[in-house]
């Protein structure tokens, strides 16, 4: 929907700059959506992890539900622009799709852009000071809930920018989303809490992995023998592969 509102405002530039435009309003409207969320609902729960899981994956299933009466059940396939047809030929029989490659290359910005706003701005140093230590956090003047409500909204906005991405794989639905909510919570937990060098090993690990297992056998057979890796890993190292240094 948001593509096309923009192709229909920049005429003979779509579908080209619409979909750039997209992505930004993608991050923009999923983050105030992810922003007033959290200060209705999980704001209320953070105490109860559990609670917090059931409440959005509750609000996950009436967006679902949403999106189809409003747009519809049957999937939408979306137009991608031009330049991102094709591939790169690498070798007689091995392509590179450019929307992969494109995909890539935008995960890889998300990343460095969410490990600059830790590191290098002091909004990103409150949400790690938060992160560490709550408590000694606010005794020294961090506004917490501030800082609960901003982090929840940029982590929400990323997932608007991961839509968009995955919009250019196939035809886009209501229910997409589902199909990829356990391999990404393999790689949080994986990677470790809170750790981003952690989060990108374990992706590739997990999606190395699921290829490789695939190859002999079915799709569905290779992602359970990758859950099964992932448990048995977890029960050397339940942290993950990364662990937060406390004092």
């Not at 593509?3 to 003979?12: C, D, E, H, I, Y």
Request: hydrophobic share 55%.
């Amino acid at each position: 929907m948001t593509q096309t509102t923009a192709a229909k405002l920049f005429g003979g530039t779509a579908p080209a700059i619409s979909y750039l435009i997209a992505v930004v309003l993608a991050f923009a409207v999923a983050a105030l959506f992810g922003w007033v969320l959290e200060v209705v609902l999980i704001q209320r729960l953070y105490r109860r992890p559990l609670d917090t899981l059931l409440a959005t994956w509750g609000v996950g299933l009436m967006l679902q539900q949403l999106a189809r009466s409003v747009f519809g059940a049957p999937n939408v396939q979306v137009v991608s622009p031009a330049w991102l047809n094709g591939g790169l030929a690498v070798t007689g029989s091995l392509s590179l799709s450019y929307k992969r490659l494109f995909i890539l290359g935008l995960a890889a910005f998300a990343l460095v852009a969410v490990w600059a706003y830790l590191q290098r701005t002091g909004a990103g140093r409150r949400v790690r000071a938060v992160m560490q230590n709550r408590e000694i956090a606010s005794s020294l003047g961090v506004h917490t809930r501030q800082v609960d409500a901003t982090t929840f909204a940029i982590g929400s906005g990323l997932a608007g920018v991961a839509g968009c991405a995955v919009a250019l794989l196939g035809p886009v639905g209501p229910a997409l989303g589902t199909y990829y909510i356990v391999d990404a919570f393999m790689v949080v937990v994986l990677g470790g809490a809170g750790q981003i060098v952690g989060a990108t090993v374990a992706a590739f690990a997990v999606g190395g992995l699921n290829m490789a297992f695939e190859l002999g056998s079915t799709a569905s057979l290779g992602k359970v023998a990758v859950l099964i890796v992932v448990i048995a890993f977890l029960q050397w190292r339940p942290a993950g592969l990364i662990v937060r240094r406390t004092r």
